[in-house]
């Protein structure tokens, strides 16, 4: 009682994925833009790392933004729904 049917669930999960998803790429692509501009003061020597450092904060930031994004989305559409 109460709960959304299983259709209506599907639906939710899949809408908010879908912009979860869509969130999480452009704030993805912001975050990479920022890194290549500030990574080409990084001296020669330190390249690499820096350049290691600054792909695994891309993909944490991915996931992470991913994550929070679809999670509120789905709690606010499930409250709408009901």
Known sequence: ???????????????????????????TLLVVGYLI????AVAPASQTTARTVGAVAAVAWYVLTFRIVQRITLEW?????R
């Not at 501009?37 to 080409?40: A, M, P, S, V, Y």
């Open 77 to 81: 559409l499930k409250s709408r729904r």
């Open 37 to 40: 501009l500030n990574l080409r």
């Open 1 to 27: 009682m109460g709960e959304l049917c299983g259709k209506c669930t599907r639906d939710v999960t899949r809408k908010a994925s879908r912009i979860g998803r869509l969130v999480a790429i452009v704030t």
